[in-house]
């Protein structure tokens, strides 16, 4: 979504773009903004799609020497690390995007770990979505430090609204959590608060969760928990951008209660937005940089991931008070706007001149 949306606004700006992304021959290719090319890679980030992608750049590197290079995932910078010790690969602008995570696996590899400082010493510009991921960086590779700007996540430039209220299938109140079903993104947390609940609160709500499972081990998982939750728990798939949107509009309660996992964090979170700009209340953890994507006591709730009893609280709380819901939900819906991906892009892209490069 961040690739999509940043290449989007940068096209529309009067930029030429070309984004090179994964094979996808499953997928009906909608009409884009700018031009896309598909590598004959999964996305993995593995090395078989380092290789891939390196022959790729070798190929265009005539091309690319004369063009801005924007990397926004770690698997092209990991690619990108090994093929910049030769001045043929130098573009003419580097460009570089940290989301979180990949800074804290190049900082504690010993061997990325000066090619992820040298890549970030060539980059002309750096972005993140959130000052925690900013000083984040900066803290592991101080090389970073005064290059690096904040290009903030905003809503889906195909988001809308509902304009009128949907016909709820269900009159339990619905907690909602969308995301890819993995340890990182606390779907086992937020299914342990809930069946903690009271039992009279317990018989009043259902649990939704959407998401792909690319872990089949924490989906079964995740399944065995829900079977013995005592609570109606659905588990509705990876939805499409029109399905999914109304089942936000059929919640009351959109949870995201993600942990530090590994070297995974969470650096923001898009789908944060999403919920508050359908004007549901959110509960999550203070991690990362959720705190920059909900705000505690205006448009949801916070709560220290080690602290489980605070969680099934807060939940608690939003179940039993509809005007509490309704107050952190309408004032989501302002605060889910106030960002823009045209802004965003400019940040990073800087002005458009007439012998600016692709």
């Known amino acids: 979504t961040f690739v999509e949306e940043i290449a989007g606004a940068a096209a529309a700006s009067g930029r030429e773009v070309e984004v090179w992304a994964q094979a996808a021959p ?6 884009w903004q700018f031009n896309l090319r598909r590598l004959p890679l999964t996305g993995s980030h593995d090395l078989t799609c380092q290789l891939k992608l390196a022959r790729a750049i070798i190929a265009g590197r ?3 020497r004369h063009a801005t290079v924007y990397l926004a995932e770690p698997g092209p910078m990991l690619t990108w690390m090994w093929l910049q010790h030769c001045h043929a690969f130098r573009p ?86 969308v995301g890819r079903l993995h340890p990182r993104k606390g779907q086992l947390q937020t299914l342990a608060a809930l069946a903690a609940l009271p039992v009279e609160e317990r018989t009043g709500i259902e649990y939704w969760v ?32 029109d399905q999914l949107g109304a089942t936000y509009d059929q919640a009351d309660i959109f949870a995201l ?8 964090i969470e650096g923001f979170g898009l789908v944060y937005l999403e919920a508050s700009a359908h004007g549901l209340p959110v509960i999550a953890h203070a991690i990362g940089g959720v705190s920059e994507a909900v705000v505690d006591g205006e448009t949801g709730l916070l709560v220290s991931p080690d602290q ?8 608690s709380r939003l179940i039993a ?15 889910a706007r106030r960002n823009s991906w045209s802004r965003s892009a400019a940040l990073l892209f800087g002005p458009v001149n007439a012998d600016s490069a692709p």
């Open 62 to 64: 005539r091309h690319l």
């Open 210 to 241: 959407v998401g792909p499972a690319p872990h089949n081990h924490y989906h079964d998982e995740l399944r065995q928990r829900a079977g013995a939750a005592e609570i109606p728990v659905k588990f509705l798939g990876d939805l499409p951008d």
């Open 92 to 177: 003419k602008h580097l460009l570089l995007t940290f989301h979180g995570s990949e800074i804290l696996k190049f900082h504690r590899n010993p061997f990325m770990r000066p090619l992820a400082r040298r890549l970030i010493k060539h980059a002309e510009r750096i972005s993140t979505l959130t000052e925690y991921t900013r000083n984040l960086l900066i803290s592991r590779f101080p090389v970073a430090n005064g290059k690096t700007i904040l290009t903030p996540g905003a809503l889906r430039t195909n988001f809308h609204d509902t304009s009128t209220a949907p016909i709820k299938p269900t009159d339990r109140l619905v907690i909602l959590t």
């Open 308 to 315: 489980p009893g605070a969680l099934t609280q807060a939940f």
């Open 26 to 31: 499953h997928i009906v290719e909608k009409p």
């Open 257 to 264: 209660t993600s942990i530090a996992y590994g070297s995974s």
């Open 321 to 335: 008070d509809a005007e509490l819901r309704h107050r952190l939900g309408t004032a989501g819906r302002e605060w």
